[in-house]
């Protein structure tokens, strides 16, 4: 069975500065998704970026940008000129390409990201 | 409008009691999901319907039924309430096809249990 490893439970950045979320995660296939959700206190689930694992280019979105290393099975979460709307909670997340059973989303434990201004 | 909608966002029962929490999305969306989040902020599956069909259903204890009348709802009753499910639960959607598609997750519901 997959599963996600994010290892900070709690992170902290200045705002303008740049914070690296860590996330590790195991799995036997070769072809998957990987995603991070942003959990603000509102409660919302927002999809922050996601990566084809086939893709060897680390995606990115604005002030997001992710480091992919498949061999090392880690996708860490690169946020650049923080803001104080990037705290929040970050979840990590995995799923299979295949559907079935094995097509839900699997999550890691998450990362408190507080900003200071 | 809102894509993932979840009724209601806020319920407070006493334990023993018969809860359903209502789901509905008008993405056009064939998948669609029920995830706990526990005091902890840990997310996991409950069930998963495509279709009106069900295609996950984790160890969940049998007091939770979901139930999908067309492809747009997914409902979760509970019976009687206990207080380890005090919890968040989170509806979802996706489009068909596995893998690339993003869930597109409702604003969650609050349920505690006393």
């Known amino acids: 069975a997959q599963t996600v490893t994010q290892s900070q439970p709690e992170m902290s950045v200045q705002e303008a500065e740049t914070v690296t979320l860590s996330c590790t995660y195991d799995?036997?296939?070769?072809?998957?998704?990987l995603f991070w959700y942003k959990q603000p206190p509102s409660r919302q689930m927002i999809l922050v970026i996601r990566q084809e694992a086939y893709k060897q280019q680390n995606a990115t979105e604005n002030r997001f940008s992710v480091n992919f290393q498949k061999a090392a099975k880690s996708f860490s979460l690169k946020i650049s000129d923080s803001q104080l709307g990037d705290a929040a909670m970050y979840f990590c997340a995995y799923r299979s390409k295949y559907g079935g059973s094995q097509g839900n989303l699997i999550f890691g434990k998450g990362t408190k990201l507080s900003v200071k201004p | 409008d809102t894509a993932v909608s979840q009724t209601p966002k806020y319920l407070v029962t006493q334990m023993g009691n018969d809860k359903s929490i209502k789901c509905e999305q008008n993405?056009?969306?064939?998948?669609m999901y029920w995830y706990k989040q526990d005091s902890k902020k840990f997310l996991k599956i409950m069930f998963s319907?495509?279709?009106?069909?069900?295609?996950i259903n984790e160890t969940v204890p049998n007091r939770f039924s979901p139930k999908s009348p067309d492809k747009a709802h997914l409902n979760l009753h509970i019976n009687s309430l206990e207080l380890g499910d005090s919890a968040v639960y989170f509806c979802?959607?996706?489009?068909?096809?596995?893998?690339?598609?993003?869930?597109?997750f409702g604003a969650g519901s609050r349920l505690t249990v006393l």
């Open positions: 979802a959607s996706s489009p068909r096809g596995a893998g690339a598609n993003v869930l597109t």
């Open positions: 319907y495509n279709n009106k069909e069900l295609i």
């Open positions: 799995t036997s296939e070769s072809d998957y998704y």
């Open positions: 993405l056009g969306h064939d998948t």
